[in-house]
């Protein structure tokens, strides 16, 4: 017997889902369908205060930095898209296939090749392991690591080098490398080279 998701137990999340009272878990659910649907909980939390008249100063002033910080993001994959389209193909990372690479494969430990762009609008390719899923923007959080050999083998996190990226920056899904400690220094080993061009 099928249960409503009101009554499966739950935990706080930053997004939330409309109209989930009563709704039931499908049998085959739409990813694509379930990341558009998926809404900002702070922009949920701003559009009942509006409806209720009880907006707070200081919710007004997180959702205006935050409405900022989209813009920023829209502004900066429409400028990556028209440097693609400028680029023709012919920047310093080559077009790769997506048809494998898929948002529902895209999950907190998996490693990634993403595509980072330069302000002389140079690609490079970088190293990453994902902090999170594909969230509503279409953006994921990614760690990136870097190079400490020739050979493109191995690698060390830089734990400050956090970013927001856009989905289709992501080039390539990698295998899980092996981990290496050497003393107190973590290493994370690959069996074959990857094609991370930093800069």
């Given at each position: ?88 193909g012919k920047g310093d990372t080559k077009l790769i ?103």
């Amino acid at each position: 017997m099928r249960q409503p998701i009101s009554s499966i137990s739950t935990f706080e999340s930053l997004y939330c889902r409309a109209k989930s009272n009563e709704k039931y878990l499908e049998q085959t659910p739409n990813v694509q369908k379930m990341l558009k649907s998926d809404k900002c909980y702070l922009c949920e939390e701003h559009e009942y205060a509006l409806k209720d008249r009880r907006l707070a100063e200081d919710l007004q002033r997180k959702f205006i930095f935050h409405k900022s910080q989209k813009e920023l993001m829209r502004r900066g994959r429409e400028l990556d898209k028209q440097m693609n389209d400028e680029d023709n193909g012919k920047g310093d990372t080559k077009l790769i296939d997506k048809e494998n690479i898929h948002p529902s494969k895209i999950s907190e430990g998996v490693h990634v090749l993403v595509k980072v762009s330069s302000v002389k609008n140079k690609h490079y390719t970088y190293l990453g392991v994902a902090k999170s899923e594909v969230d509503e923007e279409g953006e994921v959080k990614i760690m990136f690591y870097k190079n400490v050999d020739d050979a493109g083998r191995q690698f060390k996190k830089v734990e400050t080098d956090i970013s927001y990226e856009p989905y289709d920056n992501i080039l390539e899904i990698v295998p899980n490398p092996k981990i290496i400690e050497k003393g107190k220094r973590i290493y994370f080993d690959f069996d074959d080279p990857l094609n991370a061009l930093e800069k």
